[in-house]
């Protein structure tokens, strides 16, 4: 079975810190993304990578970025964290097809 | 922009079908259907491709109709485990990068 790992179920940070949030898959997938998921708002693009230090912006890009050092690991950063940026966030890989999430993150900015 | 799911809840008694439709303003490339339990990470059912087709997975089904730019997800005979939020997400461009709707809250009774 596919396996994406996010490093943290529940985190609370305070504002103005910078946070990092990270996602490890274990296929070999080419591609990975970090969306983040909002009551009535569905989950929404943050950033997608194709490959190794490629980068995109998706839907709701300003205030994060990413780091893609390694294939299997896609980090998303928040340099400086702000209480808007409180929500679940997911991380996900594929090849061609269907997604493959990780169990999320809950980030709470004080 | 998202497209568009409807509805955005329904209850059903066990042994029911329902129906939840996607709708999009954009071309489509592909449509893929999630399903998210309570607390969990939304989980890849299928995936439908241009070209009009229908697709079965155990009692649920979709259809794709890349003219009218919609898909539908077709549940028989629901189950209690059939709850849960169904999400579609939408490729309108190159790539594997998926939108998703907003969701539809699905929850079965006995």
């Known amino acids: 079975d596919v396996k994406v790992t996010q490093s943290s179920r529940y985190l609370v940070k305070r504002t103005g810190e910078k946070v990092f949030l990270e996602c490890v898959q274990d296929?070999?997938?080419?591609?990975m993304f970090w969306y983040r998921q909002d009551p009535g708002l569905g989950l929404r693009l943050i950033y997608f990578?194709?490959?190794?230090?490629?980068?995109e912006k998706g839907d709701i890009p300003e205030g994060y970025s990413v780091s893609r050092e390694k294939k299997e690991r896609f980090s998303l950063i928040l340099e400086s964290a702000s209480t808007n940026q409180t929500s679940m966030y997911l991380c996900a890989s594929s090849r061609s097809d269907g997604y493959t999430f990780g169990s999320g993150t809950r980030l709470t900015v004080v | 922009q998202q497209p568009v799911q409807s509805p955005q809840a329904v209850i059903l008694r066990e042994g029911e079908d329902a129906v939840i439709n996607c709708s999009s303003s954009?071309?489509?490339?592909?449509v893929h259907w999630y399903r998210q339990k309570h607390g969990e990470a939304p989980v890849f059912l299928m995936i439908?491709?241009?070209?009009?087709e229908q697709k079965g997975h155990e009692k649920i089904s979709a259809s794709f109709n890349e003219k009218k730019q919609q898909s539908s997800l077709y549940l028989t005979a629901s189950q209690l485990s059939y709850s849960g939020t169904y999400f579609c997400?939408?490729?309108?461009?190159?790539?594997?990068?998926?939108?998703f709707g907003t969701g539809t809250q699905l929850k079965v009774e006995l």
């Open positions: 990578s194709y490959d190794v230090k490629m980068k």
């Open positions: 997400g939408t490729v309108t461009g190159g790539g594997n990068k998926l939108t």
């Open positions: 296929m070999d997938h080419e591609n």
């Open positions: 439908l491709l241009k070209g009009g």
């Open positions: 954009k071309a489509l490339y592909s």
